[in-house]
């Protein structure tokens, strides 16, 4: 089989409506945006020296960071969020369709916004240079990398971004291999916020956080033909923005729960495969307990890490497919917690991008009804309907990405049939099994000599199909 040319955006508006997705926004919602930005009782914090970490070409940007350095040794951390809310308000034109999509959906080759773009990429998104609303999130980050809510505050703000920095440079800089940023003020700054991150990431650890290192491979391509599969891999830039949101999501959390409102909480339960990750872990030489534990998966996790480093990736992958999937739910004020199982953490709600995500546009609402003081703006009832449908959203999101790579590897296969890879076994379901190629890193169904696999294993197959316009790569074992 050989390479035909195939519109990969039609195929990803196709996938995303076979999913349940509108991929094009309705004619005229972009004309019911307010022409002026609402006139706020916001503090003026303009002058501070905000920064953001976000990809080269991002331009919805969602959170700006400043911090301060106390005298007793702990880093007062703003989160400054953009106030999404202030041009979409609940019920509006904009909000009714950011709740049917309920995220923006990334294919490789086109973005889906949630939000019109004048929104997302301009008048709601914290550009560097321009003067913008956003709903700040305040919290003090102890010596011990501990949160101390009694100081934690929520208020809305007059903000600008002074510096829009790259993950890759400023992780290179941090890891020691790359230039600082030019304006010394905005290094120190992000020294700072790297200081409070570490602290953060230590603590989380000791009490069970899972850290892994996972393959995400997205489609290069030119002239619209997919010519590589390029993998993103951590570093300390975008380690330092995940735990500041983490941070600043577990703040809002217990914020709203200590006022008394319901909120939608991000949650991941106890897996309910253990029992392979028991396997895994014992093929490797280590006794993980009977019950879950994540201190136990950790230590198993870390200790991986530094003995097999160039394996860690495919382990992580096949512990983050048993552990499952995050959903979100209800959570009143006086219900026991459920959790986030992988971050070891109590106490989570996604609020830190509300121009991707829709349960955060939702958790801004509830907040700035909490910083006043006023009535919350959603029932029970109707933030138990959201977050059912969010989850559900969020599931079709993933097939809708996983799909969409799956067409890149198709196409970057189809010259390749008969060729034998060394591949590890992702799922294992009534529907199939499924494997995916260490190089390069392309997902498949096992269509052959399948019986008797389950995730983690590492086997050897051939390709023998492939049909890029739906997607499918089909091997068999040898």
């Not at 409506?17 to 509108?22: A, K, V």
């Not at 979409?88 to 950011?98: E, I, N, T």
């Not at 903000?159 to 829009?164: E, Q, W």
């Not at 034998?420 to 294992?428: E, L, M």
Request: negative net charge.
């Amino acid at each position: 089989m050989t390479r035909g040319h195939y519109d990969m955006v039609e195929i990803a508006r196709r996938v995303l409506r076979e999913n349940g997705f509108e991929p094009e926004l309705p004619e005229g919602l972009a004309d019911a945006i307010p022409a002026r930005d609402p006139i706020e009782d916001a503090i003026d914090l303009r002058g501070l020296p905000w920064s953001s970490i976000d990809n080269e070409e991002s331009r919805d940007l969602d959170q700006i960071e400043v911090a301060e350095q106390l005298p007793d040794g702990a880093i007062r951390l703003k989160i400054g969020i953009a106030d999404v809310d202030a041009l979409a308000p609940k019920g509006s034109a904009v909000d009714r369709y950011a709740g049917t999509n309920t995220t923006t959906l990334y294919t490789g080759v086109h973005i889906f916004p949630m939000l019109p773009e004048v929104l997302s990429t301009d008048r709601t998104s914290l550009l560097d240079g321009r003067d913008r609303l956003a709903v700040v999130t305040e919290f003090v980050v102890t010596a011990d990398g501990m949160l101390d809510d009694t100081q934690t505050r929520i208020y809305p703000a007059h903000v600008r971004n002074h510096a829009k920095l790259v993950y890759e440079r400023v992780g290179g800089w941090l890891e020691g291999h790359g230039e600082a940023p030019h304006d010394q003020t905005i290094a120190a700054q992000v020294q700072l916020h790297d200081q409070a991150a570490q602290r953060l990431r230590t603590c989380r650890q000791k009490h069970g956080a899972l850290d892994f290192e996972t393959i995400e491979a997205r489609p290069v391509t030119k002239d619209g033909q997919v010519i590589d599969l390029v993998v993103l891999h951590k570093n300390r830039a975008r380690e330092l923005v995940e735990d500041l949101m983490i941070a600043a999501n577990g703040a809002t959390a217990r914020y709203l729960e200590q006022r008394g409102y319901s909120s939608i909480r991000r949650i991941v339960r106890k897996p309910k495969r253990w029992d392979r990750i028991v396997e895994l872990a014992a093929s490797l030489g280590t006794t993980l307990p009977v019950e879950p534990s994540a201190p136990a998966l950790s230590d198993f996790l870390a200790e991986r890490r530094k003995a097999a480093p160039d394996r860690f990736q495919d382990l992580s992958l096949s512990v983050v497919k048993l552990i499952g999937p995050g959903e979100y739910a209800l959570q009143r004020a006086t219900d026991p917690d459920t959790g986030h199982f992988g971050l070891a953490v109590d106490d989570y709600a996604h609020s830190t991008a509300p121009n991707r995500r829709y349960p955060d546009l939702i958790t801004q609402r509830l907040l700035k009804a909490a910083a006043r003081g006023a009535r919350t703006p959603y029932t029970d009832d109707e933030l138990t309907a959201i977050a059912t449908h969010c989850t559900e959203r969020e599931n079709g999101a993933r097939k809708v990405e996983r799909t969409m790579r799956k067409v890149a590897a198709a196409l970057m296969l189809s010259n390749r049939i008969g060729e034998v890879f060394d591949a590890i076994v992702t799922g294992a379901t009534p529907k199939g099994v499924f494997a995916r190629l260490f190089h390069p890193p392309a997902e498949g169904r096992v269509v052959d000599h399948e019986r008797g696999l389950d995730v983690g294993d590492k086997i050897k197959v051939r390709l023998v199909d492939t049909e890029p316009n739906r997607g499918f790569i089909d091997f068999v074992r040898i």
